[in-house]
């Protein structure tokens, strides 16, 4: 599973639940994310192979629980459908990527972080028992363009640390990235929109932004440690958004 991927395939459908309250239909919903997950990063795998069978096992395995998923999916929350064709370009897109072998680009990663953060008006849809549509409402759209920015800025992030550490490019366009957003969340929390607790996030997550890769130019910093720092601010951002500070 790729790095990351725990974070951001847990806290949008999460912060969905705890923000439009927790129903029975959920529980289909989730195992298809879930699953669906596995599913796509066997297919990846098989797509990067371009079709070799020893990738091919856990692709139908993973494929078929989560078809499953999906039937129960249609039977509990039928109107929860209506949300595929948002991700079908997203998921074309994945898969092309993959089978040319460009899924570690940048506008790969962005096309998945974009993926998982719609999760979040899905499952509060579902949670309003389709009264939500995919119209949901103006604050779920706000948190869920901020769970975009933040899994979005991970990709610049883990780059500026790892594969582009010595970029100043790479490391100016994750400073603009993070600086955008994080100046977003001042505005939303001036006119109420979000919490003055969330802009505070933002806060960390833009100097760290700047402040972890330049430590890196000096210092070797560990991937395990940045993997850490990225699940504490992923608890902070479902925290937040949860407003519970």
């Known amino acids: 599973m790729y790095h990351g991927a725990w974070a951001m395939i847990v ?36 797509l990067r192979s371009h079709g070799k069978k020893k990738y091919l096992r856990p692709v139908i395995a993973y494929g078929i629980t989560a078809a499953v998923c999906g039937v129960a999916v249609w039977i509990t929350a039928p109107y929860a459908w209506r949300w595929v064709p948002l991700f079908l370009p997203l998921i074309a897109y994945a898969a092309w990527a993959a089978w040319k072998r460009k899924d570690r680009a940048l506008a790969s990663g962005l096309d998945t972080t974009l993926a998982a953060s719609l999760m979040l008006p899905v499952v509060w849809d579902v949670g309003s028992a389709g009264t939500a549509g995919i119209a ?109 500070f």
Not at 32 to 46: H, Q, R
């Open 11 to 46: 806290v949008p459908p999460l912060l969905g639940v705890i923000r439009g309250g927790f129903v029975a239909a959920h529980v289909p919903l989730l195992a298809t994310w879930w699953i669906g997950y596995f599913f796509f990063y066997a297919a990846t795998l098989w």
């Open 136 to 244: 949901a409402s103006p604050f779920i759209w706000i948190l869920t363009g901020f769970l975009f920015g933040y899994f979005g800025g991970t990709v610049f992030y883990v780059k500026t640390n790892i594969r582009e550490r010595r970029s100043d490019t790479y490391l100016w366009i994750s400073i603009v990235w993070h600086a955008a957003w994080c100046a977003a969340a001042v505005v939303c929390a001036a006119h109420g929109a979000v919490s003055w607790g969330f802009a505070a996030v933002w806060l960390v997550i833009f100097v760290r932004a700047i402040a972890v890769p330049l430590i890196g130019r000096h210092a070797k910093v560990p991937v395990a440690a940045i993997g850490v720092g990225e699940l504490v601010i992923s608890a902070l951002i479902l925290l937040a958004g949860a407003e519970v």
